[in-house]
C-alpha cells in the first residue's frame, strides 16, 4: 500500500490527527498495512513540507497539543493524478503456500494441526473482517456511488477470506481421503 495516498485519501475525507489515522489504519481491513506508527508521523511531516496537507495546532487543556492535518488544493491534486494512474495488480506474496510446499515433510497429524490453525485464523480473521468494513467510522459514504465502492471491497475482502476458508477446508477433506 502507498501510505502517502492513503493518508491523502483520508484527508480527502474529512481532516486527522496523526493518532486517528494510526486508529484508522489498526482498525480498518481495507487499510492493510504493517509499517509502525513513527512512519504515519513522518508521512505527515514530509506531506506537510511538500505542500499536500496543512496543520493546525489544537491546544488541548492538560493533553498535549493535537495536530490535525487536512488536504490542501495540491494535495487534492495530487491525489486525483495518483486515481488516474494504472492501478496496480495485487500482490501474491502468501507465505503460508510456500510453507505448505514444504509440509509434507509433516506426519499427518502434524499437516492437519498446521492445517486446522490456519483455518482458525482465516475463519477469525473473516469475521474480524465482516465487522470492520461496515464500520462507517473507517470509510466516508457520501454519496450512493462511494458507498457502493466501499461495499465493493467489503465484498471483496469478505470474499477472499471465505476463499481461502473453503480452499482450506477442501483441502483438509483431501488429504484425510488420502489417508483411509
Given at each position: 500500500?502507498?501510505?502517502?495516498?492513503?493518508?491523502?485519501?483520508?484527508?480527502?475525507?474529512?481532516?486527522?490527527?496523526?493518532?486517528?489515522?494510526?486508529?484508522?489504519?489498526?482498525?480498518?481491513?481495507?487499510?492493510?498495512?504493517?509499517?509502525?506508527?513513527?512512519?504515519?508521523?513522518?508521512?505527515?511531516?514530509?506531506?506537510?513540507?511538500?505542500?499536500?496537507?496543512?496543520?493546525?495546532?489544537?491546544?488541548?487543556?492538560?493533553?498535549?497539543?493535537?495536530?490535525?492535518?487536512?488536504?490542501?488544493?495540491?494535495?487534492?491534486?495530487?491525489?486525483?493524478?495518483?486515481?488516474?494512474?494504472?492501478?496496480?495488480?495485487?500482490?501474491?506474496?502468501?507465505?503460508?503456500?510456500?510453507?505448505?510446499?514444504?509440509?509434507?515433510?509433516?506426519?499427518?497429524?502434524?499437516?492437519?494441526?498446521?492445517?486446522?490453525?490456519?483455518?482458525?485464523?482465516?475463519?477469525?480473521?473473516?469475521?474480524l473482517?465482516?465487522?470492520s468494513?461496515?464500520?462507517?467510522?473507517?470509510?466516508?459514504?457520501?454519496?450512493?456511488?462511494?458507498?457502493?465502492?466501499?461495499?465493493?471491497?467489503?465484498?471483496?475482502?469478505?470474499?477472499?477470506y471465505?476463499?481461502?476458508?473453503?480452499?482450506?477446508?477442501?483441502?483438509?477433506?483431501?488429504?484425510?481421503?488420502?489417508?483411509?
Amino acid at each position: 500500500m502507498t501510505l502517502e495516498y492513503a493518508i491523502l485519501g483520508l484527508l480527502s475525507w474529512q481532516p486527522f490527527s496523526g493518532y486517528d489515522l494510526k486508529r484508522i489504519f489498526e482498525d480498518s481491513p481495507v487499510y492493510h498495512w504493517s509499517g509502525n506508527n513513527n512512519q504515519i508521523y513522518r508521512t505527515l511531516v514530509n506531506l506537510h513540507n511538500e505542500g499536500l496537507v496543512e496543520r493546525d495546532i489544537q491546544q488541548q487543556e492538560s493533553l498535549p497539543a493535537r495536530k490535525v492535518y487536512s488536504l490542501t488544493p495540491q494535495g487534492h491534486n495530487a491525489l486525483r493524478h495518483w486515481l488516474n494512474s494504472t492501478p496496480s495488480l495485487p500482490l501474491r506474496k502468501h507465505e503460508f503456500l510456500i510453507q505448505l510446499g514444504w509440509a509434507d515433510q509433516l506426519s499427518s497429524a502434524e499437516l492437519d494441526s498446521l492445517l486446522s490453525n490456519y483455518e482458525d485464523e482465516v475463519f477469525a480473521l473473516g469475521l474480524l473482517v465482516q465487522a470492520s468494513v461496515k464500520n462507517p467510522q473507517l470509510h466516508p459514504a457520501r454519496t450512493m456511488r462511494e458507498n457502493l465502492l466501499w461495499d465493493s471491497i467489503a465484498e471483496n475482502w469478505s470474499g477472499y477470506y471465505q476463499y481461502e476458508l473453503e480452499w482450506v477446508r477442501n483441502l483438509r477433506r483431501q488429504l484425510q481421503t488420502l489417508e483411509v
